[in-house]
């Protein structure tokens, strides 16, 4: 079935450590966006990407990384600059010929211990 | 800079109730505004409206965008407690990357 895949669901990191995010889509779409959620609050984008070996930041993207290495797959870094890293994480892909909605994947759940 | 606000940020309703959620955008060479649902984890596609004065219908479930008032509303009618989710907005313009814009969301609960 096609769709947006995220690993892991959960994911805890040490303060002081890089933690990689994994996105994956098998919906040949160009687009690749990643959003950050805090609790009870609407998402912020963090970096964006419209084709491979290509990528945009967001508003937030202090403190993190991408790469578009593969049209399929777009991770991200939290890096150690990120000083309140604790979230919730969004991986979206979207179209770009004719953009419709953007589909999601089901989240990574970050927390800092 | 792009804008997409909700109101209210949250609401308390019983079943059988009718609600509506609003939203607000100022967003650069607009194209269009979209509706989620999110329960736990990924926000599940509602509407996404691009005309004025059309109402896209789902069920129990309606919308409609106002282009010169810059405003779009979602109606549910006869609330039942599946609905209680957060419920995003989100604003397109014509920008390079297809980006959407989000709403802080508004926060429903139905209570039976």
């Known amino acids: 079935d096609g769709g947006i895949t995220q690993s892991p669901k959960y994911l805890f990191r040490k303060e002081g450590q890089n933690v990689t995010l994994s996105c994956e889509q098998n919906l040949n779409h160009d687009a690749m966006y990643w959003y950050r959620q805090d609790p009870g609050q609407g998402l912020r984008l963090i970096y964006y990407s419209q084709i491979v070996n290509d990528f945009q930041k967001g508003d937030i993207a202090e403190g993190y990384s991408v790469s578009r290495e593969k049209k399929e797959s777009f991770p991200l870094t939290v890096t150690s600059a990120q000083k309140n890293p604790t979230a919730f994480y969004l991986c979206?892909?979207?179209?770009?010929?004719?953009?419709?909605?953007?589909?999601f994947g089901q989240g990574t759940r970050l927390t800092v211990v | 800079e792009d804008k997409v606000v909700q109101s209210p940020l949250s609401l308390v309703v019983h079943e059988g109730d009718t609600v509506t959620l609003n939203c607000s955008y100022e967003?650069?060479?607009?194209?269009?505004l979209l509706w989620y649902k999110q329960e736990k984890k990924a926000p599940t596609f509602l509407f996404m409206l691009?005309?004025?004065?059309i109402e896209k219908k789902s069920g129990r479930l309606s919308s409609i965008l106002d282009k010169k008032e810059l405003f779009s509303i979602l109606n549910i009618t006869a609330t039942q407690t599946g609905d209680s989710a957060i419920y995003l907005c989100a604003g397109r313009g014509d920008n390079a990357g297809n980006m959407l814009t989000f709403g802080g969301g508004t926060r429903l609960m139905v209570k039976p």
């Open positions: 979206a892909s979207c179209p770009t010929a004719l953009p419709t909605e953007a589909f």
């Open positions: 967003v650069t060479n607009f194209r269009s």
């Open positions: 691009t005309s004025s004065g």
